[in-house]
């Protein structure tokens, strides 16, 4: 089959991997553009286009498709069966979804209808949701609402970060949708209610608010890592959190109320298992507090 992949970041890696070894035929791979990364701020290409490079094949970087007619033609003109994507980062005109004869696929990390949009895994996790998964879905003009092709699911356990489910996921994705090109199942609509959206994520959506309940601060911290991970300030200076356990405790929010870094929560409370200061390297919650002693009554996040 004549295909093109359009994907950019690590999710979308796998089912590269995958189509390519079926022995599709990959006319183009679409990534985003090579951008400044890191503390260097050294230009670098995603992993897709990385991936693309080592498999040799053609890449394209349009920076963007929606007003662009010369790109849209140009994909028109490889004539394809099928456009895969997964996690791409634009969206695609509607000249763009009838171009190739059996239209574009869509990976997509939740079950749909629940969690369309571009943070899935994330709000799953954040959610406290028992089960997430990959939607296999025949792309349409709308957000993450076409029609059903294939869907797998996964439990979501307490100890469950978005880390671990990225990369499970992706995995599920890369077989389902190589499933799919080999044998097109029959799209079923997505039901009309259930449908919840997961919004682009911040940094600052990681600020830990010690007024939440102790649960929901375990799920946020879990749901963000690693990106775009938790934090909260200590003296002044920002402490990225890492892991935490939900414990017993009462007390003023965001007050420390022992010598294990036991901090008190909306109710509830949560021991800091795992923390890094910034520009340091990240510490079991033990091993920090012998160099960075905290002492019970400090409160964080002021």
Avoid at 166 to 173: E, N, V
Avoid at 226 to 246: E, H, I, Y
Wanted: proline share 8%.
């Amino acid at each position: 089959m004549r295909l093109a992949f359009m994907g950019s970041p690590d999710f979308a890696v796998p089912a590269l991997r995958a189509i390519h070894g079926a022995g599709h035929t990959i006319a183009a791979v679409y990534c985003q553009p090579a951008r400044p990364a890191g503390r260097g701020q050294a230009v670098r290409r995603c992993a897709v286009h990385a991936v693309a490079d080592e498999l040799g094949l053609p890449v394209r970087t349009p920076a963007r498709l929606r007003t662009d007619p010369e790109a849209q033609a140009a994909f028109a003109a490889l004539d394809l069966d099928v456009a895969v994507v997964a996690a791409y980062g634009l969206i695609l005109p509607q000249a763009m979804l009838d171009a190739p004869r059996r239209g574009c696929l869509n990976i997509h990390g939740s079950l749909l209808p629940r969690w369309r949009g571009a943070a899935p895994i994330h709000a799953a996790v954040l959610a406290g949701d028992a089960e997430t998964g990959i939607t296999i879905m025949q792309m349409d003009a709308g957000l993450d609402t076409g029609a059903m092709l294939l869907r797998q699911s996964v439990p979501i356990t307490a100890e469950t970060t978005t880390a671990h489910l990225h990369d499970l996921l992706a995995d599920i994705g890369a077989k389902l949708v190589v499933e799919a090109l080999a044998s097109p199942p029959n799209p079923v609509p997505q039901p009309q209610d259930g449908a919840t959206y997961a919004p682009k994520l911040t940094r600052e959506d990681g600020r830990i608010d010690w007024n939440a309940p102790a649960e929901a601060i375990d799920r946020r911290v879990r749901a963000f890592d690693p990106w775009p991970g938790t934090f909260t300030l200590l003296g002044g200076s920002l402490l990225k959190v890492l892991a935490v356990r939900p414990v017993q405790g009462d007390g003023p929010a965001g007050t420390v109320l022992d010598n294990r870094l036991t901090v008190a929560c909306g109710s509830g409370a949560v021991t800091l298992t795992r923390v890094q200061l910034a520009g340091r390297a990240a510490l079991d919650g033990e091993a920090f507090l012998r160099g960075h002693p905290v002492s019970a009554g400090s409160v964080l996040g002021q």
